[in-house]
Structure formats: C-alpha cells, structure tokens
T-cell receptor, first 116, second 110 residues
Framework: GAVVSQHPSRVICKSGTSVKIECRSL??????MFWYRQFPKKSLMLMAT?????????EQGVEKDKFLINHASLTLSTLTVTSAHPEDSSFYIC????????????FGPGTRLTVT | GEDVEQSLFLSVREGDSSVINCTYT??????LYWYKQEPGAGLQLLTY?????DMKQDQRLTVLLNKKDKHLSLRIADTQTGDSAIYFC??????????FGTGTRLTVIP
C-alpha cells in the first residue's frame, strides 16, 4: 500500500528557534499534501493544503508566516515552524493524496514537536 | 465550518460488538471515512463509504450511513483487544478537505 513518511518523528527545540518537518510519499506521487495538527484529546485540525509547485492554502486562523509550507516536488512537502513557542507543541500529521486517486489520503505517522 | 461530532469514549468486552457513532453537518459530502489511530501513530484508513450508499461491509467492519439524519456509524464485530484505539470519522467537504470528528477512544476489556 501507499506509504507516507515523516521526519523527524520526535523533535525538541528551544523557544525562538525554527524546526522543519518533512513529509514524503514513498511509492506514489502526491500533487496534494495536507498538514494537520492534533491537540491532546482533540481532533485533527487541518492547517493547510499544499499543492506541488504552488503556494499553500491555509485554513482560517493559521498563520502562514509562522507555519511555512513548501511542496517543491511530487513526493516531498515540508512544514517549518518558525520562531517556535511552547504553545506550538503538538502532534503534526501530514497526509498525501495520490494524484491518481479520487478519494483516499494516506497519512504519515506524525511528528511530536515539543518546544521548551 | 463543518462540524463532525462523536462521543469521546466507548468500552466493550472482548468478543462483543462495538458501535461508534458520528454525526456530520455537510450534506454535500461525497465520501465519509473511518480512521483508526493507535497510540503515538498516524491515522490508518479503515473504510469509507460513498454518500449514495446506505451500508458497506468489510470483514468485521460494517458502516451504516443515514444521509437524511447525517449519521454515520461503524460497527466492529467480535471486538478484539487489538481494536483498542481512537476512531475518527471524517467527511470530505469540498476541495478535497477532510473534516474530522473528535475521535472516539475504544477500550476493549479482556
């Protein structure tokens, strides 16, 4: 089946620094990738939709200058949390849609970000 | 925006059936999904149903869709301890976006 990887799986960073999370589709091409944030005991909230070769579309309330998304190729999207603060600590999950699939998103295993 | 609701917790005994319920608001959803999330892991697609279907069965999983009431359910037959996880329903509401419910934590008691 289709596999999506995320790197790193866990990261701890200090306040004020930036951290980059990678999302890769390993065996398929993804024209669209999605970034979600999961809060403890809460649902996943869609942060942004990234399309290969174009600017990401951010959901209302998500700061695009703080959460930089780049989708430079059909298999890689990155999320950079800039000037991280403790409240950015969360579980970030990406998903990717196979360019030939009409419905299914394949999810990565998630990245646990802790900002100290 | 879209609102997808689930009860937060469900406990069942091993071997019994589990029924996880979900309500959604967007009547134009084309697909509705059930995902499973195990501790510390990402989401795994369990099954999905197209909006013009009433029921879909896949081995131990049965999905029922009442489009009039905007109600979706997932039944797991012969629930096993390995089924303990958080189950999310999600609706696809335009522009390929998924909107997730809060998740139901299923605990299977041996």
């Amino acid at each position: 089946g289709a596999v999506v990887s995320q790197h790193p799986s866990r990261v701890i960073c200090k306040s004020g620094t930036s951290v980059k999370i990678e999302c890769r589709s390993l065996d398929f091409q993804a024209t669209t990738m999605f970034w979600y944030r999961q809060f403890p005991k809460k649902s996943l909230m869609l942060m942004a939709t990234s399309n290969e070769g174009s600017k990401a579309t951010y959901e209302q309330g998500v700061e695009k200058d703080k959460f930089l998304i780049n989708h430079a190729s059909l298999t890689l999207s990155t999320l950079t949390v800039t000037s991280a603060h403790p409240e950015d600590s969360s579980f970030y999950i990406c998903s990717a849609r196979d360019r030939f699939s009409s419905y299914e998103q394949y999810f990565g295993p998630g990245t646990r970000l802790t900002v100290t | 925006g879209e609102d997808v609701e689930q009860s937060l917790f469900l406990s069942v005994r091993e071997g019994d059936s589990s029924v996880i319920n979900c309500t959604y608001t967007d009547s134009s959803s084309t697909y509705l999904y059930w995902y499973k999330q195990e501790p510390g892991a990402g989401l795994q697609l369990l099954t999905y149903i197209f909006s013009n279907m009433d029921m879909k069965q896949d081995q131990r999983l049965t999905v029922l869709l009442n489009k009039k009431d905007k109600h979706l359910s997932l039944r797991i037959a012969d629930t096993q301890t390995g089924d303990s996880a958080i189950y999310f329903c999600a609706e696809e509401a335009g522009a390929n976006n998924l909107f997730f419910g809060t998740g139901t934590r299923l605990t299977v008691i041996p």
